[in-house]
């Protein structure tokens, strides 16, 4: 046998001690995003991509489920779940069987307050693919089986909910932050004895009073202009006619002032985790402190290396991770939260952390050059990535027309996040993150948490509340301490 002699050393290459600096800093300009308008008043929006022959169409609609009469919670929910099983022309099995047979797929969803009605389309196939789209938005029938079916699914979610703290926690938080009397601080997916009470009729009465294509914007994104698309839409929506008296629009009042930082536990007897949330109202999706907002949220608790997370995980192994993010609403803000789920036996220690990262951003702690540098470039080097489909230019389009935000909003990002200081930093967090008004919710065992909560200084007017049967946040009866 021959025996082989074994391979020379590799001389170490003395530029591969070292780690590669970075990179240049990354450049995006979205395409232009062409305008119009058809007869009957909906606005479309085009961005072309001529990568792949395929199209996205999104239908942005002013209406969610804020728009849910308070005695009709869920409405919204159910509509947008009945909305493509069934026409007057199409059963929702042909609706399914057109579709599929031309690799076209249709899906509609509810939001707080906007309802999105999403085709995908080869681009060979639209003509067919938009007559079935048409037709649906146009013309449903909402069938009482179809009704019947949904609904169970969605008191199905409810009985989940009761098992998932995280969930209980963004109840909570709304009720609290919010109240009762407010759209976004009623239970988002409905409630069992409002859902028991839709009726058909009621979907019917919804989608002609509140449903207006005057008040929509049809978002394209793909191989097609719009020069091309004006005249098919034209064609297959144009007859699509707004109702002549407009519905009524829902009671918006102002939040409650925000009351000083307190704790409420949520009972959830056996939990073997406590869920942490910490919780004030936040600010616009268009506000022009977006940028300096973006950039305090991800070093405050936006990712992982930030110091909410370092602490709570890194430092105290306390939990699996924490997070801090804004939810973005549009008529009206929505929610800044930071939450994690921990120990139950560190709960209270847990608590005091959260406190002491909203002190640091308020300037107990100044920002170092090295974090905000980080905290900049993890915002911008993935910032490009998030606009490599068709689909998520698309989705990105949505929240342009939602929040009304200028076309250039996109191309400006990454210059704008650049030039944000640690100055702008501590200056948003000042204004936004009022320590003094939080609201501490805890979703756990009651009976192994709430003798050490009540020994913080924000566990002083301690309250414990429970949800009832249709998920009203309700004072629990006092039990011995």
């Not at 797929?105 to 693919?129: M, N, P, Q, V, Y």
């Not at 990454?414 to 948003?428: C, G, H, M």
Request: hydrophobic share 40%; charged share 25%.
């Amino acid at each position: 046998q021959t025996r082989l002699s074994p391979a020379p050393a590799v001389p170490e290459d003395a530029a591969r001690q070292s780690l590669p600096g970075p990179g240049p800093s990354p450049q995006f300009a979205l395409p232009p995003i062409r305008r119009g308008r058809l007869a009957n008043g909906i606005e479309v929006l085009v961005v072309e991509n001529h990568e792949l022959p395929t199209v996205n169409l999104n239908l942005v609609l002013r209406v969610g489920r804020s728009s849910d009469p308070a005695d009709k919670l869920g409405l919204a929910g159910l509509l947008a779940s009945v909305w493509d099983e069934g026409t007057t022309r199409r059963t929702a099995e042909q609706i399914a069987d057109e579709l599929a047979g031309i690799g076209a797929s249709l899906a509609i969803g509810a939001d707080w307050d906007s309802t999105g009605a999403r085709l995908f389309s080869l681009k060979r196939h639209l003509d067919k693919a938009l007559d079935v789209y048409a037709d649906v938005l146009q013309h449903p029938t909402f069938p009482q089986p179809e009704l019947d079916r949904e609904r169970k699914i969605a008191l199905g979610r409810l009985v989940q909910l009761r098992d998932e703290p995280n969930a209980l926690a963004s109840l909570a938080v709304a009720a609290v932050l919010y109240g009762p009397d407010h759209p976004y601080g009623r239970p988002q997916y409905g409630a069992p004895a409002t859902l028991q009470s839709i009726t058909r009729d009621d979907l019917v009465d919804f989608y002609k009073t509140r449903v207006r294509p005057d008040q929509a914007t049809l978002i394209a994104v793909g191989d097609v202009t719009l020069e091309e698309l004006r005249p098919v839409l034209e064609r297959t929506l144009g007859g699509w006619k707004s109702p002549s008296a407009k519905g009524p629009k829902p009671d918006f009042p102002s939040p409650p002032p925000p009351r000083p930082t307190r704790i409420l536990v949520i009972e959830k007897p056996g939990a073997a985790q406590s869920v942490i949330a910490v919780s004030l109202i936040g600010t616009r999706r268009n506000s022009p402190d977006y940028h300096a907002l973006a950039v305090m949220n991800s070093i405050f608790g936006g990712q992982f290396s930030s110091r909410l997370n370092l602490n709570l995980r890194e430092s105290k192994g306390y939990t699996y991770g924490a997070r801090t993010m804004f939810d973005w609403r549009i008529r009206q803000p929505g929610p800044f939260l930071a939450m994690a789920s921990v120990q139950t036996a560190v709960t209270a220690p847990a608590v005091v952390e959260f406190l002491n990262e909203f002190d640091g951003m308020l300037g107990a702690r100044p920002v170092e050059p090295e974090e905000l540098a980080f905290s900049k470039t993890y915002l911008t080097r993935g910032f490009p990535a998030g606009f490599e489909t068709p689909g998520q230019v698309a989705s990105h389009l949505e929240t342009l027309v939602e929040h009304n935000l200028p076309d250039t909003h996109f191309n400006e990002y990454i210059p704008k996040i650049s030039a944000v200081t640690a100055e702008d930093v501590l200056r948003v967090a000042k204004e936004r993150l009022l320590r003094d008004r939080l609201a501490i919710i805890v979703v756990g065992d009651r009976q192994k948490i709430e003798a050490d909560l009540r020994k913080l200084p924000e566990g002083k007017d301690l309250a414990v509340c429970r949800f009832d049967e249709n998920f009203r946040l309700i004072p629990e009866k006092e039990a011995p301490r």
